[in-house]
Structures are given as C-alpha cells and as structure tokens.
C-alpha cells in the first residue's frame, strides 16, 4: 500500500510541476515582447475578457501569432510570433493574459 502511494504522490508531483504555468513569467513575456506594439502597457490585457484570451491563445497561440503576423502595424513583432520563443511560452503569456482580462476583476501590479 505505501508503495502504490508514494508512487501515486510522485506521478502527481511530476505532473502539476510540469504542466503548470506561471503568471509572472507571462508577465515577462509580455513586458519584453508586446510593449513594443502595445505601448499602453498592462491596460491593453484588460481590453479583452478571459473568453477571448483564452480562444486567440488556443494551440499553442496560433491565432495570437496570425492575426499579429497579419498586420502591418505590428510588423516589429513577426520575429518574435515567427520564432520558437513565442510557442515555448505561450502557456506563460497565456496564464497572464486570462488572470488579468476585462472581466477577471485582476489588476497588475508594477512592472
């Protein structure tokens, strides 16, 4: 019985570590790559609700990345929507852009 246990507890620890994501690192990422288009900081996140966070950041943020790579205006961020940064921390970028939408009832702290 401890055996199956500590196996249990150890497949558990190694699947929420590995799985989750981190909101500050999604802040970061935001900080770094989205000011250069979005210069009104943090406020752009809360423009949108969680429900539409959630759908552009679907797959990996293959919408997010069309739609950026789509516009004209936000041409100094193709490198970045092009590049394998951007789809290793998506869930990051994700977690953040949902924790502090319209509708979250979140404020950002300090950059």
């Known amino acids: 019985m401890t055996r199956v246990l500590v196996i ?8 929420l570590t590995t799985s989750s994501a981190a909101i500050y690192k999604g802040q970061k990422v935001f900080v770094k790559e989205c000011l250069k288009c ?8 809360a423009e949108y609700k969680m429900k539409q966070w959630k ?3 679907n797959k990996k943020g293959k919408l997010l990345a069309k739609i950026h790579l789509d516009s004209k205006k936000a041409k100094k961020s193709h490198k970045y929507f092009q590049s394998s940064k951007f789809t290793k921390k998506t869930k990051h970028l ?4 949902v924790e502090y939408a319209k509708d979250s009832g979140n404020v950002p702290a300090c950059n």
């Open 8 to 15: 249990f507890l150890s497949l558990t620890f190694l699947t």
């Open 38 to 45: 979005h210069d009104s900081g943090q406020a752009f996140v």
């Open 55 to 57: 759908k552009w950041m």
């Open 94 to 97: 994700k977690q953040f852009l």
